[in-house]
C-alpha cells in the first residue's frame, strides 16, 4: 500500500492565525486524497475530498473558505486552516487511495492543532 | 443512506480475555468493510479488511467475518495482550464510491 507522511504532528498555534498541514504520498501518485477530522472521543467525519489539479470538493457544512486545500502535485496535498479559533482545535487526519481501488486507504498519522 | 454502528465502549478487559466488538452496517450494494485501530496519539491503521459476504478478514490475532445476512463484522480475538489497549473504528466503502463511513468507535482497554 501507500506510504503516507503527514506534517506536523502537533501544533500549536493562537486564535485568529492560520496553519498550514502537510500530507505526502511517499511512493505513490495520488490524484485524490481525503482530509478528516476528528473530534475528541469521537468518530473520523470527512472534511473534503482532495484532487490533483483541481479545486477540492467539501461535504456538507464545512466552510471551503476556512478549510483551504491545496493539491497541487500528486504527492502533495494541503490543508490550511484559516484564521483559527479553539473550536478548531482537532485531530485532523489525511488519507491517500492505494492502488488497488478495492481495499482500504492508508492513513497518515495525523495533526493535532490546538488553538489557544 | 450508509451508515456504520458500533458496540458503545468503553470496553476493559482483563489480559488473556476474548474480545468482541460488535458491528452492523447500512449500505446499497455490496461494501467493502474494514476494521482500522487507532493507537493512543496516532493515526488509523487498517487492521484487517473484507470485501464479499463470507469472506474473513484477520492479522494479528483478530477476525472477523463479512456477513451479508445479518449485516455484520464483528470484530473478535481470542486472547487480548495490554498493547491491544486503542480505539477500533468498524468502518465501509460503498461499493459505488470512495469514501469511508466509519462508525463511532470502541474503546478498548486490557489490563494487565
Known amino acids: 500500500g501507500a506510504v503516507v507522511s503527514q506534517h506536523p504532528s502537533r501544533v500549536i498555534c493562537k486564535s485568529g492565525t492560520s496553519v498550514k498541514i502537510e500530507c505526502r504520498s511517499l511512493?505513490?501518485?495520488?490524484?485524490?486524497m481525503f482530509w478528516y477530522r476528528q473530534f475528541p472521543k469521537q468518530s473520523l467525519m470527512l472534511m473534503a475530498t482532495?484532487?490533483?489539479?483541481?479545486?477540492?470538493?467539501?461535504e456538507q457544512g464545512v466552510e471551503k473558505d476556512k478549510f483551504l486545500i491545496n493539491h497541487a502535485s500528486l504527492t502533495l496535498s494541503t490543508l490550511t486552516v484559516t484564521s483559527a479559533h479553539p473550536e478548531d482545535s482537532s485531530f485532523y487526519i489525511c488519507?491517500?487511495?492505494?492502488?488497488?481501488?478495492?481495499?482500504?486507504?492508508?492513513f497518515g498519522s495525523g495533526t493535532r492543532l490546538t488553538v489557544v | 443512506g450508509n451508515s456504520v454502528t458500533q458496540m458503545e465502549g468503553p470496553v476493559t478487559l482483563s489480559e488473556e480475555a476474548f474480545l468482541t466488538i460488535n458491528c452492523t452496517y447500512t449500505?446499497?450494494?455490496?461494501?467493502?468493510l474494514f476494521w482500522y485501530v487507532q493507537y493512543p496519539g496516532e493515526g488509523l491503521q487498517l487492521l484487517l479488511k473484507?470485501?464479499?459476504?463470507?469472506d474473513k478478514g484477520s492479522n494479528k490475532g483478530f477476525e472477523a467475518t463479512y456477513r451479508k445476512e445479518t449485516t455484520s463484522f464483528h470484530l473478535e480475538k481470542g486472547s487480548v495482550q495490554v498493547s491491544d489497549s486503542a480505539v477500533y473504528f468498524c468502518?465501509?466503502?460503498?461499493?459505488?464510491?470512495?469514501?469511508?463511513?466509519f462508525g463511532p468507535g470502541t474503546r478498548l482497554s486490557v489490563l494487565p
Open positions: 473484507a470485501t464479499k459476504a463470507d
Open positions: 511512493d505513490f501518485q495520488a490524484t485524490t
Open positions: 468502518a465501509l466503502r460503498p461499493s459505488d464510491g470512495q469514501n469511508f463511513v
Open positions: 488519507s491517500v487511495a492505494g492502488t488497488d481501488q478495492l481495499y482500504g486507504y492508508t
Open positions: 482532495s484532487n490533483e489539479g483541481s479545486k477540492a470538493t467539501y
Open positions: 449500505a446499497t450494494g455490496y461494501p467493502s
